[in-house]
């Protein structure tokens, strides 16, 4: 009997002592949940100024940018040309993309050694129909890529992939890898084409001016 009671009295001792344990577990929670909560006030204001900043300064480079173009467009075009083909460049190193770093430097390479040819004065005659050449290559193989890739992503939206038991994953990040490629190369492609084209304008006009300025002397005399 006294063994009984010496056991429940032990029982109850112990339930009071996790209550308490219990409790102080309770109140230290809430005291540093009171503590981040005094931290972090007013972070929601401040985030809020954030976004408002953040769309403001969209806003005004938009408006900067349209404005830039519509009075400057050939500085603009070319700009915009520049960041689009050097950016990318620090991306694929920093991230070991070597496979669009070894498509990016041949494109480069080529793609340079036809601007320099498209810029030489005076302009050789097999020169445009170089440029034409590799530009519509560079179309075509653009445009073929991309509308793969478009395929490649429709038939995995639509589960084709499953057929053919390729993963979901591979086959749409094959999809999007191929009408990146398409898009980007098609861009800097008719980019570079217009700038090449407005070169050899500029030369062959300079050319018949020049040849029409001696056979008017020539006249003259």
Avoid at 5 to 14: D, F
Avoid at 35 to 60: D, F, P, Q, R, Y
Avoid at 106 to 126: E, N
Wanted: charged share 15%; net charge positive; glycine share 6%.
């Amino acid at each position: 009997m006294g063994l009984a009671a010496a056991q429940l009295r032990g029982l109850h001792a112990r339930h009071q002592q996790g209550d308490a344990l219990r409790l102080s577990t309770e109140e230290q929670w809430k005291l540093q949940h009171q503590k981040m909560h005094t931290k972090h006030h007013g972070h929601e204001s401040m985030h809020m100024e954030m976004v408002l900043i953040l769309i403001a300064t969209l806003v005004v480079a938009q408006i900067v940018l349209v404005q830039w173009k519509q009075r400057h467009c050939r500085s603009y075009n070319l700009v915009t040309l520049l960041q689009m083909w050097v950016v990318p460049l620090y991306f694929t190193i920093k991230l070991y993309w070597w496979r669009f770093l070894s498509m990016w430097g041949m494109f480069s390479v080529i793609t340079s050694y036809i601007i320099f040819r498209a810029t030489r004065k005076p302009l050789s005659g097999r020169t445009p129909r170089l440029v034409y050449k590799w530009f519509l290559l560079i179309y075509k193989l653009s445009y073929a890529i991309g509308i793969v890739g478009y395929l490649a992503i429709m038939f995995t939206m639509f589960g084709f992939n499953l057929f053919f038991r390729i993963k979901t994953e591979d086959s749409m990040d094959l999809g999007v890898i191929l009408l990146f490629y398409g898009l980007y190369y098609g861009v800097m492609g008719r980019d570079f084409a217009e700038i090449c084209s407005d070169y050899m304008a500029s030369t062959i006009g300079v050319s018949a001016g020049f040849i029409m300025l001696n056979d008017s002397q020539m006249d003259w005399q």
